[in-house]
């Protein structure tokens, strides 16, 4: 686990990276795209269920 503090001390040369900061899915829905935080939600379904989930255009989509 990271903590707060540690995610302050951390330093990105990636222009695309404006700021570093630890949130939950739900509060992660303004500072990001809609679609980087549907693909945030589908990661998350999956690490807590134990599932594959794919996305198209950060979408998820079925398997079947």
């Known amino acids: ?12 040369n990636d222009p695309e990276v404006h700021s570093i900061g630890l949130h939950t899915v739900h509060e992660a ?3 990001v795209t ?4 549907r693909r945030i939600e589908a990661a998350a379904t999956a690490a807590s269920t134990g599932t594959l989930m ?3 255009a950060g ?4 398997l079947e």
């Open 34 to 37: 809609p679609s980087l935080h």
């Open 59 to 62: 979408t998820p989509t079925s």
């Open 1 to 12: 686990m990271i903590t707060d503090d540690q995610a302050q001390r951390l330093q990105t």
């Open 54 to 56: 794919l996305c198209d």
């Open 29 to 31: 829905r303004g500072p």
